[in-house]
């Protein structure tokens, strides 16, 4: 059985190298988030709180509140999550995901 702690840090860098990186070239893991000040998942796309989930059941409710929890500022609170031979997901509020489906 995979550890949680591995497969969730394997999840993060593959979001970041799968989707942020070409976006976001500074984009990195933050080691820190365990015992620093800053729990985001991931640093270097400003203006966004990324936690990322790597679990087969995610808890919808919990993830949320904790992205909320680890916004800096005005970051977006984002969850990214998957399960096995899935892709991945975002979730973010609602007002956010029409301003910018009306932006585009």
Known sequence: ????????????????????????????RNYGQVSGEDKRDCLGVD???????????????????QAQRDAIGADVPIVAFRRNRSSWKVIVDADVFFDLWAAR
């Open 47 to 65: 203006g966004l709180a990324i936690q990322v989930k790597r679990v087969e059941r995610l808890e919808l409710w919990p993830a949320i509140a």
């Open 1 to 28: 059985m995979t550890n949680s702690r591995a497969k969730g840090a394997k999840g993060e860098r593959e979001f970041i190298a799968r989707h942020l990186v070409a976006r976001w070239p500074e984009a990195a």
